[in-house]
């Protein structure tokens, strides 16, 4: 009986050794990877400034590490963002890559016009602009238009594509808007 009991003594410390085999090797297991995934894009997708006119993204590494991408038009939501994710069971560490965008009159004019164009063109405005967030980031920095984000097909981009390069003071239009599968 006494052997048994040795036995077993030995085993549960090992077995716990392998349930930290992945925090050791500094390696977080794809479920969890995604599962940070999902709680940081929903913390940032909830932060009270983050709206049309900024873009966040992010990257989760296998060791628990996320990397924040992406351009905003105020430094607090920089700040804030790295703030909700640093929160977030799993995440080890947090990078902040976030670009604030300069301060530019002509470039909230751009902002206000791209604006103004895509989500009231009648095509894009019942799909697109009753959202909290609308889905299409319009990202002006020095009078170049980036338009970030999702869309529901193919016309959809072009013509969020077509509106954005009609406007007057722009000087390059980079479309990046994805189409949903």
Known sequence: MRRIIQTSSAVIPALFLLSLLP????????????????EVRHELVTLPYYGVFDN??????????????????RPVLKDDAERVVKHVAGVTRVKNEIEVLPLSPNDDRIR?????????????????????VPPIHIIVKNGNITLVGVVANQMDKTIAGIRANALPGVFSVTNNLRVEE
Do not use: E, M, W
């Open 23 to 38: 925090a050791l090797s500094g390696s977080i297991p794809d479920g969890a990877k995604a599962a940070i995934a999902k």
């Open 56 to 73: 966040l993204a992010f990257r989760v590494d296998d060791d628990g590490t996320v990397t924040l991408l992406g351009q905003v038009t």
């Open 112 to 132: 206000r016009a791209a604006y103004n164009a895509i989500y009231g063109d009648p095509a894009l405005s019942t799909r697109y602009a009753y959202q909290a």
